[in-house]
């Protein structure tokens, strides 16, 4: 069974600060990961994937993938309260079918 | 562009009663894909379509969930019997072919009491 694990939380930081939500996944295999954002009562919308080892910036977002260690991790720079959510990690499974297994999810509350 | 549609928002039932949730994906979008969210934890793949073709069911509980897509647009997913772990939110995502990105709809509350 694979698996992605993730601290649930909740991680509190202050507005303007860095979060730092990390991921582990057991499928040494995988090749695409990905960050969903999903807010209370909401559904899921992707924010961030990554593919290549290193970091991927995107705006206040950076992804960082060590396939060696089987970890990704999301930074979310000069967060703010409306970054407050749940951030879900999701791995590649599937073969070829492009299927998705996600994490527990993070929950983040940036105080303001 | 219309997102992935899906009704009822909220539904209440008691168990052993049957229930039907619909999906309509975003124009073009030949994958569909059914997930089960239970509260505190991430989407769990039910089944995933591909057109009017089923590419993977292995986690649906087919002893009481079934699912179909039958002119590979809009998709129902029903439960029957219900029972009182089947309480979620149950998510449709639809995607382009040989795409990763995902699109949810807004899901569907299921309370079984």
């Known amino acids: 069974q694979k698996e992605v694990e993730q601290n649930s939380g909740p991680l509190s930081v202050p507005e303007g600060a860095i979060a730092s939500l990390n991921c582990t996944y057991s499928?040494?295999?995988?090749?695409?990961f990905f960050w969903y954002r999903q807010y209370s009562g909401k559904s899921p919308e992707l924010i961030m994937f990554i593919y290549s080892n290193g970091d991927k910036e995107d705006g206040r977002f950076t992804a960082q993938l060590n396939k060696a260690s089987q970890y990704v991790s999301l930074l979310i720079r000069d967060s703010q309260p409306s970054d407050s959510a749940t951030y879900l990690c999701a791995v590649n499974s599937g073969g070829s079918a492009r299927q998705l297994t996600f994490g527990s999810g993070t929950q983040l509350t940036v105080l303001p | 562009e219309a997102g992935v549609a899906q009704s009822p928002r909220y539904k209440i039932i008691e168990k052993r009663q049957s229930v039907a949730f619909w999906c309509n994906p975003i124009?073009?979008?030949?994958?569909l894909y059914w997930y089960q969210q239970i509260l505190g934890q991430g989407p769990k793949l039910l089944i995933q379509?591909?057109?009017?073709?089923?590419?993977?069911d292995s986690q649906l509980p087919k002893d009481r969930f079934s699912a179909e897509r039958l002119k590979g647009v809009d998709s129902t997913l029903k439960i029957q019997p219900a029972k009182l772990e089947d309480s979620a939110v149950y998510l449709c995502?639809?995607?382009?072919?040989?795409?990763?990105?995902?699109?949810f709809g807004p899901g569907t509350r299921l309370t079984v009491t």
């Open positions: 379509f591909q057109n009017n073709g089923v590419v993977d």
């Open positions: 499928d040494r295999g995988s090749q695409s």
């Open positions: 124009s073009g979008h030949a994958t």
């Open positions: 995502a639809s995607s382009l072919t040989g795409t990763w990105e995902q699109y």
